[in-house]
């Protein structure tokens, strides 16, 4: 008898921290969903306000939406900050974390790519305005255009590493809801 109340209760405990993982398990769903829904939100914004100043080639427009969207992400971050995963859901957290330090540097090297070239037409008026000629102001080009290559592959580095985080979160998204019965997941409809 002894031995079946230790085997019933050993069961009980087994099942008691499988329901509490699982409902630690619900409430970072619950609160992890939101930040994944509004940074896929802040995307769309992003490119809705970026699309026409591109149209109008205005560049210190962009430049000034890529630098509101840089404080956007760090204010994201700050929020994911305040959330505790549980372990069971360290790497979609961190694959969260990821992708909104990529959206981040994204915004920052479009910023800095678009502050040089600000800089560079300014420099190309003034010279321009002191009757420059073509020659110098074709010199002072080749001289000062910043490195294209190096600045494709860190944007190419970011992108990728995006493509990569996005799909661990995705996946890991999957796997913590196969972990929640499913009458639980009615709060947490939101796919990542």
């Known amino acids: 008898m002894k031995r079946r109340w230790s085997l019933v209760c050993l ?12 409902e630690e398990v619900v409430t970072y769903l619950n609160v992890s969903e939101p930040v994944i829904s509004q940074m896929q939100s802040n995307i769309r914004d992003f490119l809705n306000e970026v699309q026409p100043l591109r149209e109008q080639k205005d560049i210190a427009g962009v430049k000034k939406v890529a630098d509101k969207y840089i404080l956007i992400w760090d204010d994201q971050l700050d929020k994911l900050a305040q959330i505790t995963p549980p372990a069971e859901a360290e790497t979609h957290y961190q694959a969260l974390k990821r992708l909104l330090e990529l959206q981040r540097e994204s915004n920052q090297i479009m910023s800095e790519t678009l502050a040089q070239r600000l800089v560079l037409l300014m420099q190309i008026q003034k010279m321009q305005n002191e009757g420059a000629t ?20 860190r944007a190419t580095a970011v992108s990728t590493a995006t493509k990569e985080a996005d799909q661990t979160l995705k996946e890991e998204h999957q796997r913590l809801r196969s972990l929640v019965p499913d009458e639980a997941e009615g709060d947490t409809d939101q796919e990542g």
């Open 11 to 22: 069961l009980l405990l087994f099942l008691g921290g499988q329901v509490a993982a699982q």
């Open 134 to 153: 073509e020659d110098e102001i074709k010199e002072f080009l080749a001289t000062n255009t910043p490195d294209k290559a190096s600045l494709l592959e």
